[in-house]
């Protein structure tokens, strides 16, 4: 595989590959796949290996439409506190759109 070398160097590419080939379901040629069809821009998620909490609920919420977010905890959403926050409803907190 090719790496553009103005965002990283070619050693530090080759250890993002390494350690995406050996925790993640994809070979080089498999991922090589799609990056080619994002093109220079945009975003690839990949989601795998999901579990359910000790509850019986999945990690993560697919119910809301267009968005996949972390599941709620007693029926709230999950909050990350930082100081001077004046709402929970942060969704960059719990929700992959809201990034």
Known sequence: MK???QY??????Q???????????FNEYFIGEYFSKIGSNGTF???????KRDDGVDELDFSVDGD?????INGKLFV?????????EVPIDYSLKGL
């Open 80 to 88: 990350r506190r930082r100081s001077g926050q004046i709402s929970d």
């Open 68 to 72: 996949i977010r972390i599941s709620k």
């Open 3 to 5: 790496f553009k070398e």
């Open 15 to 25: 250890t993002m590959l390494n350690l995406i080939k050996d925790y993640s379901p």
């Open 45 to 51: 998620v990949v989601i795998y290996n999901l579990s």
């Open 8 to 13: 990283h160097s070619n050693t530090e590419a």
